[in-house]
C-alpha cells in the first residue's frame, strides 16, 4: 500500500487526495501492509493496483467487492513498461505516471491525449517508436472501464 507522504506515493499525493493515512510510513521497496479492514474502513473511491498484483481477482472476491473503488469500476492497474509508471524504480519514469494518473482521474481538466504524450515520452527517454498497439497492450488494465 502506498501511505500518504511516503515517497512511494508521491505522484498520487501530488494529485489526489490520498486516504491511505498510516502512523508509521515505511521506507522500503513494497510500501506499508495493511490489512482488508483498514482498506474497508478507508473505502477509497479509486484504487490503483500494482502490476502483477491482485487486481485480476478483486472483482470476484467478496471482501473487496464491499469497496466503492470495485463495485463502480474505480478500481486500475498502474502501467509498466519497461517500468512501473508509478515509481518503481523511482526515477524520470514517473513523468509519465503524473501523466497517465491525471488524465485516469481528472479526464475534464486533462485536455491532452495519453497515447501522444505516451509515444513521445518512449521516444525521448527509451528511443523508442511506441505504437497504439503496444501503448494499448500498457494501458489495458489502466484505463475507464465500461459500466456491464
Given at each position: 500500500?502506498?501511505?500518504?507522504?511516503?515517497?512511494?506515493?508521491?505522484?498520487?499525493?501530488?494529485?489526489?487526495?490520498?486516504?491511505a493515512v498510516v502512523d508509521d510510513i515505511s521506507s522500503k521497496g513494497t510500501g506499508n501492509?495493511?490489512?482488508?479492514?483498514?482498506?474497508?474502513?478507508?473505502?477509497?473511491?479509486?484504487?490503483?493496483?500494482?502490476?502483477?498484483?491482485?487486481?485480476?481477482?478483486?472483482?470476484?472476491?467478496?471482501?473487496?467487492?464491499?469497496?466503492?473503488?470495485?463495485?463502480?469500476?474505480?478500481?486500475?492497474?498502474?502501467?509498466?513498461?519497461?517500468?512501473?509508471?508509478?515509481?518503481?524504480?523511482?526515477?524520470?519514469?514517473?513523468?509519465?505516471?503524473?501523466?497517465?494518473?491525471?488524465?485516469?482521474?481528472?479526464?475534464?481538466?486533462?485536455?491532452?491525449?495519453?497515447?501522444?504524450?505516451?509515444?513521445?515520452?518512449?521516444?525521448?527517454?527509451?528511443?523508442?517508436?511506441?505504437?497504439?498497439?503496444?501503448?494499448?497492450?500498457?494501458?489495458?488494465?489502466?484505463?475507464?472501464?465500461?459500466?456491464k
Amino acid at each position: 500500500m502506498l501511505a500518504k507522504d511516503s515517497f512511494h506515493a508521491e505522484i498520487i499525493d501530488q494529485v489526489s487526495n490520498n486516504v491511505a493515512v498510516v502512523d508509521d510510513i515505511s521506507s522500503k521497496g513494497t510500501g506499508n501492509p495493511v490489512d482488508m479492514e483498514q482498506i474497508l474502513l478507508w473505502n477509497p473511491d479509486v484504487i490503483i493496483f500494482a502490476p502483477g498484483s491482485i487486481y485480476n481477482t478483486v472483482a470476484k472476491d467478496k471482501a473487496w467487492q464491499e469497496l466503492s473503488a470495485i463495485k463502480n469500476n474505480r478500481y486500475f492497474e498502474v502501467p509498466s513498461g519497461p517500468y512501473n509508471w508509478m515509481g518503481n524504480p523511482p526515477s524520470v519514469n514517473r513523468y509519465m505516471g503524473m501523466i497517465w494518473i491525471t488524465q485516469l482521474l481528472y479526464p475534464e481538466q486533462a485536455n491532452y491525449n495519453v497515447y501522444e504524450e505516451a509515444a513521445r515520452y518512449y521516444d525521448l527517454f527509451y528511443h523508442t517508436k511506441l505504437t497504439e498497439e503496444q501503448y494499448n497492450n500498457l494501458v489495458a488494465n489502466s484505463l475507464m472501464k465500461l459500466k456491464k
